[in-house]
């Protein structure tokens, strides 16, 4: 009784064979030891080096940040009117494929390589700071200055808007209707108002808005950041140590790779034999089949996580049992910023031909985004090319990339550990544990990779 | 960590990657053993003509798949043919490849292509979808060649 993961899915990927599996192991193995060995015994990445570009010109001008914004403003507008007024036939609708494809995954590899797109592009950014602008111009006077960010409150808001967009996502059983994509779009906009006009745009944009926050942290791996208007570029991996340590940021984390893993884990034994004996006992129990699967998918979710939360609290309670005086929540939230090249990895090994092969929809979908026949730019007859990534390549671009997030994973966990301890001796016990935590997780991976789908 | 540790270490990933090695060379030989319950269809040879095809048979009974969902193992290039007999009148609809047959009792559904897309493909009955069950009867799973 397992639905396929959404409407857009029509074809999956081979498991990667046997032998690549088994080499993949065997290289994250070799790569962890030469690691320890050779990896710098002098932190290096916690100074972050800005290097301003264009001769330190301002780039981003207020006419640039306006035309970014209505530019989002207007896919926004989009997504939510598709949704509402277009065919209800999911393939046939521009808001899954703009929401789950392009949005969701695109702006991952996008965010790595160009830096923070979203925070240019961000609709409700846009909307709140012209909202701001335009109450100022008729009150002709500043306006009261927000309530203070509760520190406390960190970034649990943004793990708790992930939880809530993979629930929709993987457990919904409307996940796949165009008109209740809508809908949740717009109520998150709505909490997202109300959240902007207590604390202000820029304070919940920074920690509170989930998507802006998710995206900001696979941002950090990109050469390149924008200051004050100015691009710059800095040193590979130099961006993620400066990230801020706030409460609920290794939930979010757990939240990231823990719903890519059951998304991931969905499709293979031994969830496969597992899901229909609990939909079984919640029919049982007097639900009906369709609240029966929603609930076994959301006891998934929630495993998922929990597994993953529960692998790197072992790792920061073996780092704390190497002794220097620091507690398992203190080790936790130091190396969390590790966990971003790992969960990204896990969303590209899995994301990887979804974005590929149904992103591709965007083309045909441009000229028609309600579905009605329109042929707004002469590509409404525009297919899928299947042919663009054959499974070879796909496997070794998978590989590859689980791989060369192990490495950076490594390398963070490296030079933080050595930044933290005052003996070096301790910063290499407590990475035997992170470096176990990591194995683990990138063993993970190629475990779902090896197992999907057959 | 001294000279010596560090020379330790490069040794062991060696050991790690020789082991590795030795391991995956002797397991790769039998890539092709094929899980239980599948059906081995390895049409090779890829010619065009789908009359050298073997035909894959699936026979819907009941509201069910006799002999449960199965996969259909073909490798990339080469005819496939599969016949849906169905007890009731259906669509039968096979993702990806996009194709779609009608099926009665009369009449069964008959698919004729070339496989040549690489990947797992669902094959879906819409009698099964409308009456909320799960709708797969089949998967083709198409190995690169």
């Known amino acids: 009784m397992i639905p396929i993961a959404?409407?857009?899915?029509?074809?999956?990927?081979?498991?990667?064979?046997?032998?690549?599996?088994?080499?993949a192991a065997a290289m994250v193995l070799v790569v962890s030891f030469v690691a320890l060995a050779v990896l710098w015994p002098e932190p290096k990445l916690q100074r972050e080096q800005w290097f301003p570009l264009f001769g330190g010109r301002r780039l981003i001008t207020r006419p640039v940040e306006i035309v970014c914004g209505a530019i989002g403003v207007f896919l926004f507008g989009l997504v939510v009117y598709s949704g509402l007024k277009g065919s209800q036939n999911a393939q046939a609708n521009f808001a899954p494929t703009f929401i789950y494809v392009?949005?969701?995954?695109?702006?991952v590899p996008a965010s790595v390589l160009f830096g923070d797109i979203l925070r240019a592009f961000n609709p409700w950014r846009a909307i709140g700071r012209t909202v701001a602008w335009i109450a100022r111009a008729v009150a002709r006077t500043d306006l009261p200055p927000p309530?203070?960010?509760?520190?406390?409150?960190?970034?649990?808001?943004?793990?708790?808007?992930?939880?809530?967009?993979?629930?929709?996502?993987?457990?919904?059983?409307?996940?796949?209707?165009?008109?209740s994509l809508a809908i949740a779009t717009l109520l998150y906009s709505a909490a997202t108002?109300?959240?902007?006009?207590?604390?202000g745009v820029e304070a919940w944009s920074a920690r509170g808005e989930a998507f802006s926050v998710y995206f900001n942290l696979f941002s950090r791996l990109s050469p390149f950041e924008a200051r004050e208007g100015v691009i710059g570029v800095r040193q590979p991996l130099s961006g993620l140590p400066g990230l801020t340590e706030l409460p609920g940021t290794v939930a979010l984390l757990c939240v990231m790779i823990g719903s890519t893993t059951f998304d991931g884990a969905a499709e293979a034994e031994p969830w496969t034999s597992i899901a229909p004996r609990l939909s079984d006992f919640f029919q049982d129990r007097g639900l009906s089949l369709k609240d029966a699967l929603e609930a076994t998918f959301a006891v998934g979710l929630v495993g998922g996580i929990l597994f993953v939360a529960s692998l790197y609290w072992i790792g920061s309670l073996g780092a704390k049992s190497v002794g220097g005086g620091f507690t398992t929540t203190r080790l936790a939230r130091t190396f969390?910023?590790?966990?971003?090249p790992i969960s990204l990895a896990y969303i590209g090994a899995h994301y990887l031909t979804f974005l590929v092969f149904n992103g591709q929809s965007i083309v045909f979908l441009a000229s028609d985004p309600l579905g009605d026949g329109s042929n707004l730019f002469?590509?409404?007859?525009?297919?899928?090319?299947?042919?663009?990534?054959?499974?070879?390549?796909?496997?070794?671009?998978?590989?590859?990339?689980?791989?060369?997030?192990?490495?950076?994973?490594?390398?963070?966990?490296?030079?933080?550990?050595?930044?933290?301890?005052?003996?070096?001796?301790?910063?290499?016990?407590?990475?035997?544990?992170?470096?176990?935590?990591?194995?683990?997780?990138?063993?993970?991976?190629?475990?779902?990779?090896?197992?999907?789908?057959? | 960590m001294s000279r010596n540790q560090r020379f330790a270490l490069v040794g062991a990933a060696i050991a790690v990657a020789v082991i590795a090695f030795v391991i995956a060379s002797s397991g790769g030989g039998d890539d092709n053993g094929g899980s239980t319950g599948n059906s081995q269809t390895q049409t090779t040879g890829g010619g065009g003509s789908a009359g050298q095809a073997?035909?894959?048979?699936?026979?819907?009974?009941?509201?069910?798949?006799?002999?449960?969902?199965?996969?259909?193992?073909?490798?990339?290039?080469?005819?496939?043919?599969?016949?849906?007999?169905?007890?009731?009148?259906?669509?039968?609809?096979?993702?990806?490849?996009?194709?779609?047959?009608?099926?009665?009792?009369?009449?069964?559904?008959?698919?004729?292509?070339?496989?040549?897309?690489?990947?797992?493909?669902?094959?879906?009955?819409?009698?099964?979808?409308?009456?909320?069950?799960?709708a797969g009867v089949a998967k083709l799973v198409v190995e690169p060649s």
């Not at chain 1, 930044?419 to 063993?443: D, E, H, I």
């Not at chain 2, 996969?71 to 005819?79: E, L, R, Y």
């Not at chain 2, 990806?96 to 004729?112: C, L, M, N, S, V």
């Open chain 1, 6 to 23: 959404h409407g857009l899915v029509s074809r999956a990927d081979l498991p990667i064979p046997e032998w690549l599996f088994g080499w």
């Open chain 1, 102 to 107: 392009i949005f969701w995954v695109g702006l």
């Open chain 1, 147 to 179: 309530l203070e960010y509760p520190r406390g409150l960190g970034r649990w808001p943004a793990a708790a808007g992930i939880f809530a967009y993979a629930t929709l996502e993987l457990v919904s059983s409307s996940n796949d209707s165009p008109e």
């Open chain 1, 193 to 199: 108002f109300v959240a902007m006009a207590l604390y």
């Open chain 1, 336 to 340: 969390v910023h590790s966990l971003v």
């Open chain 1, 378 to 454: 002469g590509t409404a007859n525009h297919q899928i090319d299947y042919g663009v990534l054959g499974s070879s390549p796909t496997w070794y671009l998978q590989v590859g990339l689980v791989v060369a997030g192990h490495v950076a994973a490594l390398t963070l966990a490296h030079d933080r550990a050595l930044a933290l301890y005052p003996q070096p001796r301790l910063a290499v016990l407590s990475q035997y544990w992170m470096l176990a935590v990591m194995v683990g997780f990138t063993s993970l991976a190629l475990f779902l990779l090896s197992q999907a789908n057959v």
């Open chain 2, 54 to 134: 073997q035909v894959e048979r699936i026979d819907i009974v009941g509201d069910e798949v006799k002999g449960g969902v199965r996969n259909i193992d073909v490798t990339k290039g080469s005819a496939v043919r599969i016949v849906v007999s169905a007890d009731k009148p259906d669509t039968i609809h096979l993702h990806g490849y996009d194709i779609e047959k009608e099926a009665t009792p009369d009449k069964p559904a008959r698919f004729a292509f070339t496989a040549d897309i690489e990947g797992v493909f669902e094959m879906e009955s819409h009698t099964f979808e409308d009456a909320g069950l799960e």
